[in-house]
């Protein structure tokens, strides 16, 4: 059973920083590909991005943070980050990470139904 545990969401203003933490215990998360998704008040959960284990080396983002957002590993740490840059008020957001039983991300990452192990998550607001 993968556990997993988001961490470092909270209130930023427009065009500040957060990054986000993805941690596990008891399993390696490099055997995993991440995705991190996320869910605003009365809307569908969405795809931001896909991280690939470290040997596999892909990362795929949404074109909505393509640009201002980064996702990386530190697997001396077991975790993965989501270093989100330039934020705006779309942004606001639960976020959550979520495993496959997979080292790669699917051709159809963006797919909820394909991730097998979610994080609570974290809320990240954006407003000034």
């Known amino acids: 059973q993968v556990q997993l545990v988001e961490s470092g969401g909270g209130l930023v203003q427009p065009g500040g920083s957060l990054r986000l933490s993805c941690s596990a215990s008891?399993?390696?998360?490099?055997?995993?590909?991440i995705g991190w998704f996320r869910q605003a008040p009365g809307s569908e959960r969405e795809v931001v991005s896909c991280?690939?284990?470290?040997?596999?080396?892909?990362?795929y983002y949404a074109d909505s943070v393509k640009g201002r957002f980064t996702a990386s590993r530190d697997n001396a740490k077991n975790t993965v980050y989501l270093q989100m840059d330039n934020l705006e008020p779309g942004d606001t957001a639960v976020y959550y990470c979520?495993?496959?039983?997979?080292?790669?991300?699917?051709?159809?990452?963006?797919?909820?139904?394909?991730?097998?192990?979610w994080g609570q998550g974290t809320q990240v607001t954006v407003s000034s």
């Open positions: 979520a495993a496959p039983t997979s080292y790669f991300c699917y051709n159809n990452y963006h797919l909820p139904d394909l991730y097998d192990y």
């Open positions: 008891g399993v390696a998360l490099d055997y995993y590909a």
């Open positions: 991280i690939s284990s470290s040997d596999e080396g892909s990362t």
